[in-house]
């Protein structure tokens, strides 16, 4: 069966491959799984059809016959266990790429997004220009301690995984400072996950749907 996700019909990124949907919809490209797409408008994310799939009236969600669910870290875990490669067969390294999910999302994603409110909400308060150093300050701890972690390997625990996956989605949200760059090792390994075939699809695809809201 087909699965259907959700995503922005106005991304607010404009196609730049951040959107959320972005992480399933490279997870489904890298096991080869065929999907298709329901745009949604900011309106429609909370009226009650959409409020059904995703409690929080938010983008993605994932539909396969009865099962729905929301959340991108859940969705990408639920492909990685239904399909073959995004997670080792050896229980042990499995654990691991696991781990390196959660790690993504509830250590490195906080501040990172954190950075993004502060510079988008936040950039015309008085405060900003002193909270925003502080911010940075938080993000380059967690950088360091990643980039110490990655050394000079090209992934974080031997071959690709839904690890990989969901720590470089999280840190192309620094594309646009220059954070990253801080951390040559860092900066290298999203290169390499944004050179797999399977994310150039998916960004594409994304990319497709902001280029035709753009000009539609």
Request: proline letters at 6%; one cysteine or more; aromatic letters at 8%.
């Amino acid at each position: 069966m087909t699965p259907t996700i959700t995503a922005f019909e106005r991304s607010p990124d404009g196609g730049r491959g951040q959107a959320r949907d972005m992480r399933v919809r490279w997870a489904l490209e890298e096991v080869g799984q065929p999907y298709e797409v329901r745009l949604v408008s900011f309106n429609g994310m909370k009226e009650p059809a959409h409020l059904a799939r995703h409690p929080f009236g938010q983008i993605p969600t994932y539909e396969e016959g009865d099962l729905v669910l929301f959340e991108s870290g859940s969705i990408v875990f639920h492909i990685a266990e239904r399909h073959a490669g995004l997670l080792p067969e050896d229980a042990n390294a499995r654990a691991r790429a696991i781990t390196w999910m959660f790690a993504a999302l509830n250590t490195m994603e906080p501040p990172i997004m954190e950075r993004a409110t502060a510079v988008i909400l936040e950039r015309d308060a008085a405060w900003h220009e002193q909270r925003l150093p502080l911010v940075d300050d938080r993000i380059r701890k967690r950088l360091a301690d990643l980039s110490r972690c990655l050394g000079d390997a090209d992934w974080l625990d031997g071959a690709f995984s839904a690890g990989d996956l969901i720590m470089v989605g999280v840190l192309r949200r620094l594309n646009r400072s220059a954070l990253l760059d801080e951390y040559p090792n860092l900066s290298a390994y999203v290169g390499r996950a944004e050179a797999r075939p399977a994310f150039k699809r998916a960004f594409a695809a994304q990319l497709a749907v902001a280029t035709a809201a753009a000009t539609g």
